[in-house]
């Protein structure tokens, strides 16, 4: 019975596998023969749950391909995602504003891995790679569906509350006490103070950034700017030699033309006679 059972989870890990890594263009076709398959061997079970797969659009395939090709990102970003928490709870400042650039860091890295080997995707596409990647730091659902995306999620709000592009659900209402309001405004000032933060870490990532590139600009400009004297140093050599040739050039056919001009002395004549 339990190898029954082991051989029906094989076949569906594996069409699992298969679909959510090869091109969603396949995606139909592979399916159908995953599902035959389950058929023949008299699996009707899993051959329902394999056509019950969905198929992904191209920008949650581009991250399930990531994470089943390199199985360090979903760690990387869970390890990530629980500094992030801890840091929040603990309201430290300093800790979310680094976190914060970190977080940043690690989703701009992953995204390039996942469409590295890619021909060109269009900008839609990135940014939805780079939102799913953001998301799956802040909804633990999200971070637990990586591998079998069906669409790209969205990270919507403060904090690490779950979305998938949808607001998420409205805490059930409380009876309200004197103190509540107080605690709600304190709440709110703690959430726009640490949105502030990450507002600034984002700031200096791109401030540094913008600094790097101009540092780069700028030795550029020196390193072409040396070239540019050489150059000119190289011109003016070229044109004082062109000078002096000039010079020995006239000197030459003035000397020639006197000599063509000089009569013939009498030596030449008694030569004649």
């Given at each position: ?18 679909l959510y ?12 023969e995953?599902?035959a ?40 970003l869970a ?7 801890d ?14 650039a ?18 060109p ?21 999200v ?18 509350s779950?979305?998938?592009?949808t ?24 959430e726009?103070i ?22 780069q600009?700028a030795?550029?400009?020196?390193r072409?700017?040396?070239e540019?004297?050489?150059a ?10 062109a ?8 000197r ?21 006679t």
């Amino acid at each position: 019975m339990l190898s029954i059972l082991h051989g029906m989870s094989d076949l569906l890990a594996d069409a699992t596998a298969e679909l959510y890594r090869a091109d969603p263009d396949e995606f139909m076709s592979r399916r159908g023969e995953f599902v035959a398959r389950a058929r023949e061997a008299g699996e009707q079970a899993v051959a329902k749950q394999i056509a019950a797969l969905r198929k992904p659009t191209r920008s949650a395939w581009v991250v399930n391909r990531l994470v089943r090709a390199d199985p360090e990102v979903t760690g990387r970003l869970a390890a990530l995602a629980a500094e992030l928490r801890d840091a929040e709870r603990s309201m430290d400042g300093g800790r979310i504003r680094e976190l914060s650039a970190t977080r940043a860091r690690l989703v701009d890295d992953l995204t390039r891995q996942a469409l590295a080997d890619l021909p060109p995707a269009p900008a839609a596409v990135r940014e939805e790679v780079t939102a799913t990647l953001d998301a799956a730091l802040a909804d633990p659902q999200v971070a637990a569906n990586l591998g079998t995306l069906v669409r790209a999620a969205h990270w919507a709000g403060f904090g690490l509350s779950p979305a998938q592009g949808t607001p998420a659900p409205a805490p059930p209402k409380k009876k309200t006490t004197p103190a509540e309001p107080s605690a709600e405004r304190e709440r709110r000032h703690r959430e726009k103070i640490i949105s502030a933060e990450r507002t600034v870490a984002e700031a200096d990532r791109t401030a540094d950034a913008a600094n790097a590139a101009e540092r780069q600009l700028a030795d550029a400009v020196r390193r072409l700017e040396g070239e540019l004297a050489r150059a000119r140093q190289e011109l003016a050599e070229a044109r004082r030699q062109a000078y002096r040739a000039e010079s020995q050039q006239r000197r030459a056919a003035e000397t020639l033309s006197r000599l063509r001009s000089k009569p013939s002395g009498p030596a030449d004549v008694s030569n004649n006679t």
